[in-house]
């Protein structure tokens, strides 16, 4: 039930902290371990390739868990769109594991993969919210996202949590594997679920650079660079599918490779940057599209913050800033479709699952 709030979406973007909390629980023994199936940790171990596989917002997320798998657990990783990869099946590796990402279990594009590399008979890992789903079924094993219901078609907690579990699993996955990391997962989203706690606060401030930026204009873009690229790609999916304003998120370097023909005066650009080793280059592509008239804002993260920038984010490890940096794009999303009375929780044309191809 909705309770008090006007809209499951934003019901949904307020329960972020809650679940990171509650994956921390369920995921954490009593002697402070990591908590995840042994065959699970075997099958990681066991891998000398990772293939994910979803659509949309997984997707994204499971763009974000690249990242994780190969810089702390050191197995090499591709993410495919589901409704791609069997057209286009890469070559595959000796000892490929499959590893779905859906929120509902129930994508049928995912779907028709699975059945397929089981066929093959490649072993396949699950992460759903709905561990009795389709996908969670006739996968050999299932990590649980625990982020409750989501009843908004975008989607929102669904994406932190897999975020979260990606992160939790590649840890798990390095430690089995003996490989140190100074880096301890339940201590590092302690900090986030507070910091989440900090932006959902924030919502009026929000709303009002939405009206500052997204006001009124037919198109917006999202550029980051390294991670905050991953995150802007689903800025510009939430964005366009619940206000209808058609944007696109794309690599700060590849402005000048064609993109930059498109800003004209007023262009709203929404820029992140949270992390330290690409900051000078946004801000370069910042000062870019502004001199080509671009309506730009910079969302960055404390400590490489500069003075004008739009939002400033609290700080938090730089592996996980999509789950921080997200919650801005989130709720820009919902006071842009809020503003022009669009259904924000049913959008046109859109249903909560795919279940056809
Ligand atoms: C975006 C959105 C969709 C889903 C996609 C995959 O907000 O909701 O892009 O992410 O249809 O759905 P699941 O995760 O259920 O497989």
């Known amino acids: 039930e909705k309770g008090t709030y006007p809209h499951f979406m934003l019901k949904e973007i307020d329960e972020q902290p809650i679940v990171m909390r509650k994956i921390m629980k369920e995921y954490q023994n009593d002697n402070n371990d990591l908590k995840l199936d042994a065959t699970i940790r075997q099958a990681m ?3 000398d390739r990772i293939y994910i596989i979803a659509a949309g ?50 994508t049928a594009d995912s779907r028709a993969v699975l059945v397929k590399i089981k066929e093959m008979g490649h072993p396949a890992l699950t992460i759903t919210n709905v561990p009795g789903s389709t996908l969670s079924r006739e ?35 390095a430690r089995a594997k003996g490989i140190e990391l100074d880096f301890d997962p339940m201590q590092e989203l302690a900090i986030v679920a507070n ?8 919502k009026e401030t929000i709303e009002q650079i939405t009206r500052n930026y997204l006001a009124t204009t037919r198109n917006a873009f999202f550029i980051g660079r ?19 304003i058609q944007a696109e998120g794309f690599a700060g370097g ?32 910042v000062q870019e599209v502004v001199a080509r008239g671009a309506n730009a804002m910079v969302i960055s993260m404390k400590g490489l913050e500069q003075d004008d ?13 999509p789950l921080v940096s997200v919650v801005p794009l989130q709720l820009l999303a919902y006071y842009a479709a809020l503003h022009r009375d669009c259904d924000v929780d049913k959008p046109r044309n859109l249903a909560k699952s795919v279940t056809v191809e």
């Open 45 to 47: 171990k066991a891998a």
């Open 57 to 106: 917002t997984s997707y994204h997320a499971g763009l974000v868990g690249k990242e994780f798998i190969e810089k702390l657990a050191k197995i090499p990783v591709e993410v495919h769109v589901a409704s791609e990869f069997s057209y286009n099946m890469p070559l595959l590796s000796e000892k490929p594991l499959f590893v779905f990402i859906s929120q509902s279990g129930e």
């Open 139 to 173: 996968a050999d094993y299932t990590l649980h996202l625990h982020a409750g219901p989501e009843i908004a078609v975008a989607s929102t907690k669904a994406y932190t949590a897999q975020i979260a579990v990606l992160a939790i699993l590649a840890v798990d996955t």
């Open 195 to 202: 910091a989440m706690e900090v932006l959902t606060a924030q």
């Open 226 to 244: 390294s991670t905050d690229f991953n995150v802007s790609l689903e800025g510009a999916l939430k964005l366009k599918e619940i206000s209808y």
């Open 254 to 285: 590849e402005l000048k490779h064609g993109t930059i023909a498109l800003i004209e005066k007023g262009t709203p650009v929404i820029a992140l940057a949270t992390q330290e080793n690409v900051n000078y280059s946004i801000r370069g592509n």
């Open 309 to 321: 920038d739009a939002f400033v984010l609290p700080q938090v490890h730089e592996l996980l800033t």
